[in-house]
């Protein structure tokens, strides 16, 4: 078993074994000279750009987030300069569910996808990967207002109630973006994961919880701006970290909406530039509008609109009873009478309170399921739950008495009253050998040869949430995609390329000898016409120092732009940085 590795960092320390499985080595030393010169062509247009539009000052950002312009974060730095701020930062593989995703931030930890994005798809991806992680998220977590809001959403995310369809969504999103950023998949193939994309999404039906509060999410932490409409700064890290769509956000086709709880209303194309974007006046701007989405969530509500949601869910929730009660498990079934009367879950289930599993009510007792009654007993003012040791024995619930329960539903427990559970001067539940459970009609529930019958005790449901309520006695395993990232295995020719990257970044870094770069730009010349970047980096280098060189690399390069139209906005980019002699401070 290898040991978690916690970074020294107190929240990422603070993680619970749910969340930590999602986890994966960062391996820093398989990041090519290619990628760090994606990375840092990546950072000087964002500096270049971003520097007038982005809410926060994007430099200081990144220093107080543990970032440079040169260099492909490291995990431990990051860490280490996060702490300083109560943060921490973590690397998984490409997408995770919804769901972990918020709880994370809810920890206060940035989960930072470990990959990065080919030179390909340089401008924009729609895969995680650490550019949009951590050259995104982190230059502006230093904001104190911004990074409440973002814990707070983890908070109220963590609770949101999902639908089966959204993890067949969530499927298809990761597949597609696996395949756009692996190398050698054919069309064929990315059309067909294109197709099974749209086919889900246009039959999710009514929209869950969690997928109206992912466009929450995405409007404001992702694609947020802030300000005016009329004078609009970025703050979301899916504009911060594409070089496209950084610069295009704040043209006049593209639609600045004011900020309101309307914005659930517009869903998104991952794969696609946005075609509206949304303006918050303030950061607690985002707060109001999250706290009036959140008053509509079952984890607020309760009733049963919230336990259909949990049975619509196929995964394991929570309801917790007006006692405090809290029942885990796979809902499958409710019974209503103007309010929840009955539920009922199939497969490992728990009890616990205050999130504290009780002790041997755990998913090894309940290993069949668990199921209830909720409300009051027929006739009766009071609920159980509220009863004195007297009015217990007046209803006849006493320890080796046989007693006969009828609720307002109609539902009747009859059996021998083996243990009263009390929790903070509330009765949570009562435990009956021989017991018979039916329904208003007859139908029997649960029958003596089943086994001890434990009766959750509580007049209504007053929450219900998303996952266990002890997650980690529950031993929750979150849903973990069986599609892993490609690696990449690069043939000789590629890794020679990455040779000449290398030691054109050891120039600059260190020799400053020019005289290499005209062998290593002639061998480049011959042998990788296709390639930009690595031109464009030597040509930053020798510009003041060897005239000719560098005036023959910018007509190559010119050139370049004028017969490779995919290649054009890059490479003209690229050269006015470089013309206006950027000093990045």
């Known amino acids: 078993m290898t040991t978690f590795n916690d970074f020294n960092n107190p929240q ?162 990761r597949n597609l973006s696996i395949l756009k950023e692996a190398i050698g998949i054919s069309d064929e193939e990315i059309t067909k994961a294109e197709q099974k ?81 949304f303006v918050t006046p303030t950061f607690q701007n985002l707060i109001d509008v999250l706290e009036q989405y959140a008053d509509t969530m079952a984890f607020r509500k309760g009733g049963a609109e919230s336990i259909q949601k949990a049975i619509e869910c196929k995964n394991p929730a929570t309801a917790v009873y007006s006692s405090g009660l809290q029942v885990t498990g796979i809902f499958t079934e409710m019974k209503t009478n103007g309010k929840v009367a009955f539920i009922k879950t199939t497969g490992p289930s728990a009890l ?89 009609d007859g139908a029997i529930l649960f029958q003596p040869e089943w086994g001890m019958y434990d009766m959750a005790v509580g007049e209504i449901i007053v929450s219900v949430f998303n996952g266990a309520a002890d997650k980690d006695a529950y031993e929750e395993t979150t849903h973990v995609s069986d599609l892993n990232t490609h690696k990449t295995d690069y043939d000789a020719e590629t890794k020679a390329l990455h040779e000449l990257y290398k030691k054109v970044r ?16 002639n061998q480049l010349k011959n042998d990788y016409p296709q390639d930009w970047l690595c031109a464009l980096e030597i040509l930053e280098i020798v510009q003041n120092k060897d005239e000719q060189l560098a005036q023959e690399i910018e007509n190559q390069l010119i050139k370049k732009a004028d017969t490779e139209i995919e290649h054009q906005k890059l490479i003209n980019d690229g050269l006015q940085i470089i013309r206006n002699n950027s000093v990045l401070v």
């Open 506 to 521: 050891t120039i600059r870094e260190t020799t400053k000898n020019t005289a290499d770069l005209t062998v290593i730009y």
């Open 197 to 277: 994309l749209k086919m889900i999404a246009e039959n999710m039906g009514a929209p869950s919880e969690m997928a109206l509060l992912t466009r929450l999410h995405w409007w404001t932490v992702e694609y947020g701006l802030i300000g005016t409409l009329e004078d609009p700064k970025i703050y979301g890290a899916g504009l911060l970290s594409s070089i496209g769509e950084s610069s295009t956000c704040m043209k006049a086709d593209v639609k600045k909406i004011e900020y309101t709880i309307d914005a659930v209303n517009y869903p998104f194309d991952i794969t696609k530039q946005q075609p509206q974007l």
């Open 352 to 440: 616990a309170y205050n999130h504290k599993q009780i002790e041997n009510h755990g998913k090894e007792y309940h290993k069949d399921g668990f199921s209830s009654p909720v409300g009051r007993l027929k006739n009766n003012f009071k609920a159980i739950e509220d009863f004195t040791s007297e009015e217990l024995k007046e209803n006849g619930i006493t320890l080796g008495n046989v007693t006969k329960l009828v609720f307002d539903s109609g539902i009747t427990v009859e059996g021998l009253v083996k243990e009263i559970k009390q929790m903070h001067s509330k009765i949570i539940l009562i435990s009956f050998e021989n017991c018979t459970v039916k329904d208003e």
């Open 12 to 173: 990422v320390a603070k993680l619970p074994n749910h969340l930590r499985q999602f986890i994966v080595d960062q391996d820093y030393n398989k990041y090519t000279p290619i990628d760090q010169a994606v990375w840092r062509y990546v950072m000087r247009q964002n500096y270049s750009y971003l520097k007038t539009v982005a809410y926060y000052p994007y430099i200081k950002g990144l220093t107080q987030a543990g970032l440079t312009i040169e260099n492909i974060p490291d995990l431990q730095t990051m860490n280490d300069n996060l702490g300083k701020i109560g943060w921490g930062a973590v690397t998984v593989d490409g997408f995770i569910p919804p769901s972990a995703f918020m709880e994370y931030q809810a920890y206060r930890v940035l989960v930072v996808a470990a990959d990065i994005r080919q030179i390909n798809h340089i401008e924009y991806t729609p895969a995680p990967d650490i550019i949009h992680e951590s050259a995104g998220h982190a230059p502006i977590i230093a904001d104190t207002d911004y990074n409440n809001y973002l814990s707070y959403f983890g908070e109220i995310g963590a609770k949101a109630m999902f639908s089966s369809k959204d993890f067949e969504l969530y499927e298809a999103i």
